[in-house]
């Protein structure tokens, strides 16, 4: 514990006779008690930054020096001190995103509601393995589901289960994808493994998320399968290059799903949805979308388009961690038809016999590589009630607005380059130069803000112009509605001083000697 933060007695007091477990009523009143005496006791102790300001090393090693000796104490140090403990160190040291600058990744601030309703299902501290596990968490995340199915426009028939996230979502999907196929074709994956199965092909964009490469990894169709297919300038996978890639299939060449993308994490992309559903139809190809970041512009009418098609899909993913403003984790897998989770089905003797399944007793343990999981609908069930479909699509165009602002900010400054524009909250461009290299000027520029505090932003790797090498490009993703136009201004300025400090100043470590521009 820090001698500059001691724990006051106004501070202890309410912990005196903390209730030790969150039971119901007293347990749930001293959880929230000891969240407004936290609040109270971290005011002012905050950075007051997107990110502490400082080296990594130093602000990771200021931590761990706080935390103390990496050992389980023989004797605690009771709930007053250790809650102040972990707040403090993370009004210090951690990230702020409900701060205007902080637009590095897809991570949003968290809505206060959801944040409640998650501290809500932690009390909780029900599963959705089966009906006696909780019974009233399993209701929630079977409406949330249900509603969710109703958005993307899928048949009664149709089913879901939340997870950790997109990355498990695609494994997910992928997963029941690989069963489906190898079933139609005349394997048993889940008896046989997948020695049985010709070459397996799986086909997306260039621009798929990685979690697609590990999936294939993990399922045992190895990274190989995975066969990129040509994007165009607008960063969407070109239909007529998939159908020639099915077309020129071997014979032992077993196509097993195609993975569409719904907003790719640099450029908030959408593949061409109903092309590429008519085209795995035709060729009878599970259609996965992974649209972990775009499934959100269902919630706006004016972005909902870019999803036409996404109802003929087999699968999707979506994150509401993501556009949804929810705290993480709020992945999702929707299948259209549920009985395709067939391949996970288990009946545990000491969870979910037959008898007790034919009862309605049963849960959801056949639809996830999960048994005991959290009730992550239940924040996204708080969320959906209290703002509905117009105040998250209101804060989702708002967003946009934003995009679009900075994007005209660049288009305006003769010193940035505009690599991407904005499809929904993403916006690619590139600080620019003469005499010193781009790519280390730019990953420069971005170190220099995070490490002053100022400004959290991201960075990626584009192809330019098309052709040769990919160049470091910086990256803002916009998913804070409560930012302005005037954020946006502040933020560029920062971000021209900072370029003008690097310009003048030469790069790092003998870096400046690279003075021809690779462009």
């Not at 071997?250 to 008519?278: K, M, N, Q, R």
């Not at 979910?352 to 343990?365: F, K, S, T, V």
Request: hydrophobic letters at 45%; charged letters at 20%.
């Amino acid at each position: 514990m820090s001698e500059e933060h001691p724990v006051s007695a106004e501070f202890a007091s309410p912990w005196t006779n903390l209730v030790t477990f969150a039971e119901p009523t007293a347990g749930w009143s001293a959880a929230g008690r000891g969240l407004t005496q936290l609040a109270t006791a971290m005011a002012g102790r905050g950075h007051g930054a997107p990110l502490p300001a400082g080296d990594p090393t130093e602000v990771l090693a200021a931590v761990a020096a706080e935390l103390g000796r990496a050992q389980l104490p023989e004797q605690g140090i009771g709930a007053a001190a250790a809650l102040d403990r972990l707040a403090d160190v993370i009004a210090r040291y951690g990230i702020d995103l409900t701060h205007k600058l902080t637009a590095a990744h897809l991570q949003p601030p968290p809505l206060t509601v959801a944040v409640i309703a998650d501290a809500l299902a932690s009390a909780s501290n029900a599963s959705l393995d089966t009906y006696d596990s909780g019974p009233a968490t399993l209701a929630i995340e079977r409406w949330a589901i249900s509603t969710l199915i109703r958005l993307v426009g899928f048949s009664d028939a149709a089913g879901g289960v939340f997870g950790p996230g997109g990355s498990y979502s695609n494994l997910l999907g992928l997963l029941v994808a690989r069963d489906h196929t190898a079933a139609r074709h005349g394997f048993d994956i889940r008896r046989h493994g997948v020695r049985a199965l010709p070459r397996p092909v799986v086909l997306c964009s260039q621009l798929t998320h990685f979690s697609i490469h590990r999936a294939c990894a993990a399922l045992g169709l190895g990274e190989q399968a995975v066969r990129p297919v040509p994007v165009g300038p607008d960063q969407r996978m070109i239909p007529e290059a998939l159908d020639a890639e099915l077309a020129g299939l071997t014979a032992d060449e077993l196509p097993v799903a195609i993975v569409a993308t719904a907003g790719t994490t640099d450029f908030g992309s959408v593949d061409p949805l109903p092309e590429i559903a008519a085209i795995a139809a035709r060729y009878r190809v599970w259609l996965h979308v992974d649209a972990a970041y775009g499934f959100g512009s269902l919630f706006s009418d004016r972005l909902a388009p870019l999803l036409t098609g996404i109802d003929r899909a087999d699968s999707i993913t979506l994150d509401l961690h993501k556009v949804g403003w929810q705290p993480a984790a709020a992945g999702v897998l929707l299948l259209s038809e549920v009985e395709r989770f067939a391949s996970l089905s288990r009946s545990v003797a000491y969870l979910n016999p037959d008898d007790d399944i034919e009862a309605g007793y049963g849960g959801l343990l056949g639809q996830t590589l999960q048994t005991t999981r959290r009730p992550d609908a239940l924040k996204v069930a708080a969320t959906f009630l209290t703002y509905g479909r117009r105040g998250l699509g209101e804060m989702l165009d708002t967003c946009h607005d934003i995009a679009r602002y900075a994007e005209r900010r660049i288009v305006a400054e003769p010193q940035l380059e505009l690599i991407a524009p904005a499809t929904m909250t993403t916006v690619v461009f590139r600080y620019r130069c003469e005499d010193l290299d781009l790519d280390q000027v730019n990953a420069e520029l971005r170190r220099r803000l995070i490490s002053s505090g100022i400004a959290l932003i991201g960075r990626t790797d584009v192809r330019v112009r098309g052709d040769g090498a990919a160049r470091t490009c910086l990256k803002l993703t916009l998913l804070n509605p409560e930012a302005t136009e005037t954020d946006i201004d502040a933020l560029f300025d920062q971000l021209r001083r900072v370029g003008l400090e690097v310009e003048s100043e030469g790069l790092p470590d003998g870096q400046d000697e690279m003075v021809t521009a690779r462009d």
